[in-house]
């Protein structure tokens, strides 16, 4: 559970002693209104916001690193179209390479939007147990069955990240190599996420079932997000309030510099 989304969750700082309702609240509102920027006078202020929340929250940097590794990979595979085919704007061209200036916008606009939503997102969902973050969610009458999905989803990862990893070691005894680029390797990996799959559906079945035969489903299940579980302090409120203030005052900014 090294790897746990929550691993920080025991620290004490402004934001994990927030209310998780609130934050829940405010920091949704803040993602919102990140996504709705179009243009890139507003970038620094999204950026400072962003260090802000993070700074305030005394989550490790590394913490941050680790968690954006992999989907920063991915976005950059992607990112690196834009400057090339997006536009008409010729900037430089270098052989068969010709970087535009409409794509190159497009690469700022896309990364630092990304990097501050899921900075935000970590910080949300990084600062509280994720119980916690679930029962705030659904004393907010989120739907009973999407808080299920997220909790099951969020338990249950880890043990399949668990199978994958001994299916790995299996391999490896068995000589296998992913650095090689075969015919016979791309069948073994082909292999791994098909029985991978099989084996998390089968494990769905079973959960499921033995679910019912608890009882779920059949009854109303009591609401245990009540008032008592929750330290609300007009602190908290008035942070809301604040980070609502700043959210609603970004998207009127858009939406001036859209207009003039």
Same mark, same amino acid.
């Given at each position: #559970?090294?790897?746990?989304?929550?691993? &920080?969750?025991?620290?004490?700082?402004?934001?994990?002693?927030?209310?998780?309702?609130?934050?829940?609240? +405010?920091?949704?509102?803040?993602?919102?209104? $990140?996504?709705?920027?179009?243009?890139?006078?507003?970038? /620094?202020?999204?950026?400072?916001?962003?260090?802000?929340?993070?700074?305030?929250?005394?989550?490790?940097?590394?913490?941050?690193? !680790?968690?954006?590794?992999? /989907?920063?990979?991915?976005?950059?595979?992607?990112?690196?179209?834009? /400057?090339?085919? !997006?536009?008409?704007?010729?900037?430089?061209?270098?052989?068969?390479?010709?970087?535009?200036? *409409?794509?190159?916008?497009?690469?700022?606009?896309?990364?630092?939007? $990304?990097?501050? %939503?899921?900075?935000?997102?970590?910080?949300?969902?990084?600062?509280? /147990?994720?119980?916690?973050?679930?029962?705030? #969610?659904?004393?907010?009458?989120?739907?009973?069955?999407? !808080?299920?999905?997220?909790?099951?989803? &969020?338990?249950?990862?880890?043990?399949?990240?668990?199978?994958?990893?001994? #299916?790995?070691?299996?391999?490896?005894?068995?000589?296998?190599?992913?650095?090689?680029?075969?015919?016979?390797?791309?069948?073994?990996? +082909?292999?791994?996420?098909?029985?991978?799959?099989?084996?998390?559906? *089968?494990? !769905?079945?079973?959960?499921?079932?033995?679910?019912?035969?608890?009882?779920?489903? &059949?009854?109303?299940? *009591?609401?245990?997000?009540?008032?008592?579980?929750?330290?609300?302090?007009?602190?908290?409120?008035?942070?809301?309030?604040?980070?609502?203030?700043?959210?609603?005052?970004? %998207?009127?900014? *858009?939406?001036?510099?859209?207009?003039?």
């Amino acid at each position: #559970m090294n790897n746990a989304l929550d691993r &920080y969750a025991n620290l004490s700082s402004p934001i994990h002693n927030w209310d998780t309702r609130y934050k829940f609240i +405010s920091l949704m509102g803040l993602i919102f209104a $990140f996504s709705f920027v179009q243009d890139l006078r507003l970038l /620094p202020l999204l950026l400072i916001l962003t260090f802000m929340v993070f700074i305030f929250s005394r989550l490790p940097f590394s913490f941050l690193i !680790s968690r954006l590794k992999y /989907p920063g990979i991915f976005l950059l595979a992607i990112a690196v179209i834009f /400057p090339l085919f !997006s536009g008409n704007t010729i900037l430089l061209s270098v052989g068969h390479l010709t970087i535009r200036l *409409e794509g190159l916008i497009t690469l700022i606009l896309v990364s630092t939007k $990304f990097f501050c %939503i899921l900075t935000i997102a970590l910080v949300l969902f990084g600062s509280a /147990p994720f119980l916690t973050t679930i029962k705030a #969610m659904r004393a907010l009458r989120l739907s009973p069955i999407l !808080s299920d999905i997220m909790l099951l989803t &969020y338990r249950y990862i880890f043990d399949i990240g668990y199978d994958l990893y001994t #299916m790995q070691v299996a391999m490896k005894l068995r000589h296998f190599r992913a650095s090689k680029l075969s015919f016979r390797n791309t069948q073994s990996l +082909s292999s791994l996420v098909g029985t991978l799959i099989v084996r998390s559906f *089968e494990k !769905s079945e079973r959960i499921y079932k033995a679910m019912i035969l608890r009882g779920y489903g &059949y009854k109303a299940t *009591e609401l245990t997000t009540s008032k008592s579980i929750f330290n609300s302090r007009s602190s908290d409120k008035l942070a809301m309030l604040a980070f609502s203030f700043l959210a609603f005052l970004i %998207i009127c900014a *858009e939406i001036y510099l859209r207009m003039s």
